[in-house]
T-cell receptor, first 108, second 119 residues
């Protein structure tokens, strides 16, 4: 299974940018990097995905290194509602391998 | 528009019983996926359907688990002779399509899950 490496937990002050790193050194050339998050007791929520270019949408920005071995998810102005577990996934097959993710806690 | 829905939201059963969990995908999505999430872990893949057929069931833990999608829309995950170790949240997701063996796939959107507790 394709696997990514993420820190188990991070804190971020409310209103500041949250930068969540992910290593995906085994990623293949045509595999996308997907980010999901899971708020307590809810199903995973899609955030953003990218192949090699940086991406931005209404929720977040995704910065992918040129060698594609790592990426950073950026929440520009974290709110308390962004407290969740964030999963970085190499989407190589039709089944997503989630790993254990990063637990982000936004602090008032 | 309506997202993926799952029923029931909670199911409590006794060891040895049979249970069915239902998933209604987003309208028009041809691919449907089932995952299982144990406490403190990320979701783990069970099976996915492209249309009516199970294209990959490699994640099903054993032959007590079975899933169907007879009309290519609603899917039912069936668990026979439930065991306490089957207790978990069962998640369903759908996507517009799934690539047939190629790498790229479409974004999966998840339902809220069914929490199964086997006593």
């Amino acid at each position: 299974d394709a696997k990514t490496t993420q820190p188990p937990s991070m804190d971020c002050a409310e209103g500041r940018a949250a930068n969540l790193p992910c290593n995906h050194s085994t990623i293949s050339g045509n595999e996308y990097v997907y980010w999901y998050r899971q708020i307590h007791s809810q199903g995973p929520q899609y955030i953003i995905h990218g192949l090699k270019n940086n991406e931005t949408n209404e929720m977040a920005s995704l910065i992918i290194t040129e060698d594609r071995k790592s990426s950073t998810l950026i929440l520009p102005h974290a709110t308390l509602r962004d407290t969740a577990v964030y999963y970085c996934i190499e989407a190589g097959a039709n089944n997503l391998f989630f790993g254990t993710g990063t637990r982000l806690t936004v602090i008032p | 528009g309506a997202g993926v829905s799952q029923t029931p939201s909670n199911k409590v059963t006794e060891k040895g019983k049979y249970v069915e969990l239902r998933c209604d995908p987003i309208s028009g999505h041809t691919a449907l996926y089932w995952y299982r999430q144990s406490l403190g872990q990320g979701p783990e893949f069970l099976i996915y359907f492209q249309g009516t057929g199970a294209a990959d069931d490699s994640g099903l833990p054993n032959d007590r688990f079975f899933a169907v999608r007879p009309e290519g829309s609603v899917s039912t995950l069936k668990i026979q002779r439930t065991e306490r170790g089957d207790s978990a949240v069962y998640l369903c997701a759908s996507s517009r399509y799934a690539s047939g063996g190629a790498v790229v796939t479409d974004t999966q959107y998840f339902g809220p899950g069914t929490r199964l507790t086997v006593l």
